[in-house]
């Protein structure tokens, strides 16, 4: 138990100065690991160093850069730790003094053993030292109270930070993430009402979020960030580099789970049992206490997309094609391996905070973690393409999968498949959360004058673009849409953009039957979808040769399809070249 004196002169004060400390060099590695990251790697790509050479340079540099990172989120853990411990050691010494004063005041004695005494008067009756004695008691459990604070303070966090203590190397491994994650879940447990995650907005429309960051001390802003890097993450309405400095820590501790977990997992057993069909007990026993063969294939598949999410990292400062502009910094928006059916995941090419122009595209069925590399393939070939049609402006593009996709189709009881990409409800479902993050966007970049956006949406996402356009709320200058199965709705007055800003494309049925399939089933209204003339959307030609070649380049340049795309993401709507 903490003694009266070690209390009563222990400085907080000493340990808020180490907490800044620690804050400083949290701000200092996240300042060294974008340098790598954003400057040296970008030049060292771009540089005469090639072939093994750059890649065994890139690898040391990127490790150097985890590191970096590492330091950053743990220095960030560290601060909390400190500053709740010398939050909570002032509260007891306050108490403390308090009841000191208190009792010296009232004519007694503290003794160091944190026992009160007062001296007795010639002639004392009974009640009065029966008064002085309860008087003292008093005073004597209020220092006992303070003492127990400080003692339950210090058992409560010295050990959160002996758990932080790094390794002695300079490797940051898949372990050393893995516990980065359980020390922020131990230390959120162990801040108690400090920094609660009840306080961080929920459901609030991103004006408010952006409110509730702003008003937020530099302190608790860095508390917030280091306790619930998922939450904040997540919020629309935040600044870019804030969403996506939290989103990559997620990233880092999602791809080390689940990569201790895949390494760790049990030897699949014997599955058939010859000469019967029948699976064995052994394989059954396996498979319901570890998740089975589906549950490595989910570990796989998503290593395999945060790999991609990497890999798009590691193209920063890189041209896609000979001759097409070099790659800008990569936002990581939103991200959650086990969110909206198949994985969530926003992605910037540029910062959109900062964009003249911005286009978020929408991929439909089918997308998720698994195989995000071509809908981040797209994003990136829609940047470079419009940036070199506007060389003079500042260009952002967005992945945004977050929502749950339809799948091709399913199987119901008599054998048949039935479509998930012909219901509505998909769309329904999605257009909440678009509508959010299209405003939350227009919020970070300080308003609906502040730049040109466009949002592109392909195939379901068409559908999902049309649901939230509906309702009048959707952030949003034009409309593209290629291989649209239609809207949910008959006409692009319906839409929230101005008349004449919803362009459309499609290719012929020989090359994509889903337009007229979409028309049959239902996803437009009054059998309409946005490529037939009834629509009265721009019907843009296109060049595809199947139903995901819209955005397809050469060393000769961009297809007609993607042109006509940038030249409406860049506003230069002299160059889209109608049916």
């Not at 509260?91 to 000191?100: E, I, P």
Request: charged content about 25%; aromatic content about 6%.
């Amino acid at each position: 138990m903490t003694n009266l004196s070690t209390l009563r002169d222990v400085k907080p004060a000493e340990f808020e100065q180490a907490a800044d400390g620690y804050q400083a060099v949290g701000k200092a590695a996240h300042a060294a690991k974008g340098r790598i990251t954003d400057q040296a790697m970008v030049q060292m790509r771009g540089g005469e160093l090639k072939g093994v050479a750059l890649t065994a340079a890139l690898k040391r540099l990127g490790r150097l850069s985890d590191n970096f990172h590492y330091a950053q989120v743990e220095c960030g853990l560290i601060t909390l730790a400190l500053n709740g411990f010398a939050g909570e050691l002032r509260s007891a010494q306050r108490k403390l003094n308090d009841a000191m004063d208190d009792a010296v005041s009232a004519g007694f004695t503290v003794r160091d053993d944190g026992s009160v005494h007062w001296e007795a008067t010639f002639g004392e009756v009974k009640e009065d030292a029966d008064f002085k004695r309860k008087k003292a008691q008093g005073f004597a459990d209020r220092i006992g109270d303070a003492l127990d604070q400080a003692t339950r303070a210090d058992q409560k966090w010295a050990p959160q930070l002996q758990r932080l203590k790094a390794h002695n190397d300079l490797t940051v491994s898949d372990k050393d993430w893995a516990d980065a994650h359980n020390d922020t879940l131990a230390m959120r447990k162990a801040s108690g009402g400090y920094l609660s995650v009840n306080d961080l907005p929920d459901g609030k429309s991103p004006a408010e979020n952006a409110k509730w960051w702003k008003g937020l001390t530099a302190d608790e802003r860095a508390g917030y960030t280091a306790l619930y890097p998922a939450s904040v993450g997540a919020l629309d309405g935040l600044p870019s580099d804030v969403r996506d400095d939290a989103n990559r820590t997620v990233l880092e501790e999602k791809r080390a789970k689940f990569q201790q977990e895949l390494d760790s997992f049990p030897k699949m057993p014997m599955k058939y049992q010859p000469p019967t069909s029948g699976t064995t007990i052994e394989y059954e026993e396996w498979e319901d206490k570890t998740g089975g063969e589906e549950r490595i294939e989910f570990l796989e598949e998503s290593l395999n997309g945060m790999g991609k999410i990497e890999e798009r990292f590691d193209r920063t400062g890189t041209s896609p094609r000979p001759g097409e502009p070099i790659l800008p910094q990569a936002y990581l928006l939103g991200f959650d391996p086990v969110g909206a059916g198949d994985g969530r995941v926003i992605i910037a090419n540029g910062n959109p905070d900062t964009a003249d122009h911005t286009a978020v595209y929408v991929p439909g069925t089918g997308a998720g973690l698994p195989n995000i590399g071509g809908d981040l393939s797209r994003g990136e070939t829609l940047w470079s393409s419009s940036q070199a049609l506007a060389p003079g402006k500042e260009i952002s593009t967005i992945t945004w999968l977050d929502y749950e996709t339809p799948r091709s189709a399913v199987p119901i009881m008599d054998g048949d498949l039935i479509p998930e990409a012909t219901d509505p409800e998909y769309a329904q479902k999605a257009a909440p959360a678009l509508n959010q993050f299209m405003s939350g966007v227009q919020q970070a970049q300080g308003g609906p004058d502040s730049s040109h956006t466009t949002i592109v949406g392909h195939s379901y996402g068409s559908t999902a673009i049309g649901e939230a356009s509906k309702h009048g709320d959707l952030a949003a200058d034009d409309i593209v849409v290629a291989g649209s199965p239609g809207m949910q709705t008959g006409h692009a007055d319906n839409l929230d953009v101005d008349k004449g800003h919803v362009w459309a494309m499609a290719g012929s049925f020989s090359v994509d039957q889903v337009p007229t399939g979409g028309g049959l089933v239902g996803l437009g209204g009054d059998g309409n979808v946005p490529t037939d003339r009834e629509f009265g959307a721009n019907i843009m030609r296109t060049d595809t040769e199947d139903h995901s070649g819209y955005w397809e380049t050469s060393e000769k340049g961009p297809s007609v399809s993607l042109k006509n795309q940038v030249a409406v993401i860049t506003g230069d709507y002299d160059e889209v070249t109608l049916e």
